[in-house]
């Protein structure tokens, strides 16, 4: 197992376009998050799943923003209807039972402009 | 709610010079505070952490931080840094003890830029 995987690295796309990304986690741990990260900021957390349930789901996240982890295994982030706001990185994590405790292993993240 | 405050945004340093790492928190609950490292074009690495116990934790390569409750302080320290150690590093804390502590509030991050 060679990490987290995030798929594209970088996404272009026109306002009011939809764009959908994928996280692969590490295969024996069944918790996952979302973050995002603005220039200049930490990265910010998104929404958190344990399995295939949806545990928590941020403010940040809007009506334009859904997650999915069907069968507890990959993720997808989708954003409908983007808007110049929300160009960032979008950093996926995963972890064991311990949650934050025992470490987080962060993917490389995928780079969304909004032009 | 859990906030972190990193002071520097950029401490650029000459390489075998000592360096700090400041970071300072806030929170009504107890706390876990970390300590990760971002490497260019790379995902978000876990440096160090802070749980319980001894106050004083330290890294594999080298890089040691100290849990300070009445100052409300997690800074990070190297005494002796490599050009290899340029990086962007985050501190973060969780809430602490069981529950919800999944979810990591994080600074805005420290440049360490390392000069030869």
Redesign the interface.
């Given at each position: 197992d060679t990490?987290?995987s995030q798929d594209p690295r970088h996404k272009i796309t026109k306002r009011g376009q939809n764009v959908t990304f994928r996280c692969d986690p590490i295969s024996e741990h069944n918790?996952l998050?979302w973050?995002r990260q603005t220039l200049?900021?930490?990265?910010?957390?998104l929404t958190?799943f344990q399995n295939e349930a949806q545990l928590?789901k941020s403010r940040l996240l809007s009506d334009r923003f859904s997650a999915e982890r069907p069968k507890g295994s990959f993720s997808t982030l989708e954003i409908q209807r983007t808007e110049q706001g929300d160009s960032a990185m979008y950093?996926c994590?995963s972890?064991e039972k311990q949650?934050?405790?025992g470490?987080?292993?962060?993917?490389?993240?995928t780079r969304l402009t909004v032009v | 709610a859990q906030s972190?405050t990193?002071l520097d945004?950029q401490v650029p340093v000459f390489e075998e010079a000592p360096v700090e790492l400041r970071c300072n928190y806030s929170s009504s609950v107890s706390v876990?505070l970390?300590w990760?490292v971002q490497y260019p074009?790379?995902?978000?690495?876990?440096l160090l952490?802070y749980?319980s116990g001894s106050t004083l934790v330290e890294s594999i390569n080298g890089f040691e931080a100290e849990f300070n409750k009445s100052q409300t302080s997690f800074h990070l320290r190297k005494p002796s840094v490599h050009i290899s150690d340029t990086a962007e590093y985050?501190c973060?804390v969780?809430r602490g003890g069981g529950g919800?502590?999944?979810?990591?509030?994080?600074?805005?991050?420290t440049l360490l830029t390392v000069n030869p």
């Open positions: 990490g987290v918790r998050y973050y200049g900021q930490g990265p910010e957390f958190y928590e950093l994590a972890s949650g934050a405790v470490g987080y292993t962060f993917g490389s993240g | 972190v990193q945004s876990y970390f990760y074009n790379q995902g978000l690495q876990l952490k749980l985050f973060a969780s919800s502590n999944y979810k990591l509030t994080f600074g805005k991050g």
